[in-house]
Structure formats: structure tokens, C-alpha cells
């Protein structure tokens, strides 16, 4: 299973963008469908965005439709989570995962066997 190491949180103002990576190693990045959720605190975790293996599909969660773009880079072993618009209540820890496989259960956090760290998202009003 992948290793994986988010990147590109930080505290941005409301109607801000920001960029995250989430970074992939030790094994094989293009078998895995691959991720975005959220969680903050006293919340469970969210799913945000999916993106197939090769990326011919993407999925979003109602409420970032529109505002963020999942894409990825299997030559660089790279997943990234464009976010426009951001609002306070897009403030949680974020976090990259990996499912080998398409996207079946692609919402449920237990289909996954591999997460990331988390990079925190702050979004002041």
C-alpha cells in the first residue's frame, strides 16, 4: 500500500484559494483510486473529492461542487485539491487517501487503506 504525505494547508482569508498536494510512494500510484476528506473538529470525516485511477472520472461532495478540483499526476505519484471561494466552514484538517481498485465506497473513509498525515486548513471571516 502507498505511503502518502499532504502538503499546502495553511490560514487563508474567506474568498481565498488554496492548492494541496498529497504526495504518494511505495507503490503503485495509477492502482489506486484516490481522495479528498475532511474533518473538523468534533465532526466526523467528510468526504470532499474522488478521482479514478486514470483520471476519467471525479467526484465531489454538494457542497464544494463547483469550488474545488481534484486531479492528479500518476507520473509525479500526485493527487492535488484545487479549493476556490474558501469559507469558514471549509476550515478542517484535510486529508489525502488511497483505495486500490475504482470507486466503489469511494465516500465511506473505511474503504481506504491508506491516509495521509493531514494538513491543516484555516479559514478566517
Known amino acids: 500500500q502507498v505511503q502518502l504525505v499532504e502538503s499546502g494547508g495553511g490560514l487563508v482569508q474567506a474568498g481565498d484559494s488554496l492548492r494541496l498536494s498529497c504526495v504518494a510512494s511505495g507503490g503503485t500510484f495509477s492502482n489506486n483510486f484516490m481522495a479528498w476528506f475532511r474533518q473538523a473538529p468534533g465532526k466526523e470525516r467528510e468526504f470532499v473529492a474522488g478521482?479514478?485511477?486514470?483520471?476519467?472520472?471525479?467526484y465531489y461532495v454538494d457542497s464544494v461542487k463547483g469550488r474545488c478540483t481534484i486531479s492528479r499526476d500518476n507520473a509525479k505519484n500526485t493527487v492535488y485539491l484545487q479549493m476556490r471561494t474558501l469559507q469558514p466552514v471549509d476550515a478542517a484538517v484535510y486529508f489525502c487517501?488511497?483505495?486500490?481498485?475504482?470507486?466503489?465506497?469511494?465516500?465511506?473513509?473505511?474503504?481506504?487503506?491508506?491516509w495521509g498525515q493531514g494538513t491543516q486548513v484555516t479559514v478566517s471571516s
Open positions: 487517501a488511497a483505495k486500490l481498485g475504482g470507486a466503489s465506497g469511494q465516500t465511506t473513509a473505511g474503504a481506504y487503506g491508506a
Open positions: 478521482i479514478s485511477r486514470y483520471s476519467t472520472s471525479t
